[in-house]
Structures are given as C-alpha cells and as structure tokens.
C-alpha cells in the first residue's frame, strides 16, 4: 500500500480514495487521521479480495443499481456494499485482524 498526497488528483468533494496499490489523499494531513486511513484500508482489503478489477467493475455496477433505487448520488454512494462494510468498520481500528474473507457481502441487502 503506497499512500500518496495529491489534492489535484481527486474530484472536489473527495477527500481520499483507494485504487490498488494507491491509497490517494487530498491533504497531508489526513495521514494523520487513524479513521479515515482505516477506512481506506479496508477497501485496500475488499480490492485483494477482488483481484482489483473486478472490484471496480462490482463497485461501479452496484452504484449504478442503487442510484435507480435511490435516485440520490450521495444516498446511492453510501449504500455501496463496500462503503457500508468501510463506514461500519472504520472507527474499529483492530477490525482488519478479526476480518473474515469477503464480509462485504453481508452488507449487500
């Protein structure tokens, strides 16, 4: 996992984003934000799982289906069962060790 800070590299109202093996962050100071990083690191963890690709192409097409359902940008974003597995999780800084292999699924209703 290579962390790196560039405030050019991310839309507007992103703070940071994980694409394998990158974890990108707008400020350097978010290196200092044990949450945040935590909550970037279980996506590092779900794009392993995945083989990266197909990550990205389940990610895409679940947000694409909850954007139907929700007709909301930000509502579909955060119903992603990734985003939903990373927001639980992210405050829980030993939940990486005690992870089970694929447990975005459970939050894929």
């Known amino acids: ?39 970037e690191r279980i996506h590092f963890r779900q794009q392993i799982e995945l083989l990266v690709l197909p990550f990205y192409v ?6 694409g289906i909850r954007l139907l359902r929700y007709r909301d940008r930000y509502k579909a974003y955060r119903n992603i069962s990734f985003e939903r597995e990373a927001y639980r999780h992210e405050k829980d800084l030993d939940y990486l060790k005690k992870r089970s292999f694929w447990r975005f699924i459970y939050f894929l209703n």
């Open 1 to 39: 996992m290579i962390v790196v800070v560039n405030r050019f590299l991310l839309r507007k109202n992103f703070l940071g984003i994980t694409l394998w093996p990158f974890i990108i962050l707008k400020h350097a100071s978010l290196r200092e934000d044990v949450i945040f990083l935590n909550h």
């Open 58 to 63: 389940w990610y895409l097409l679940e947000y």
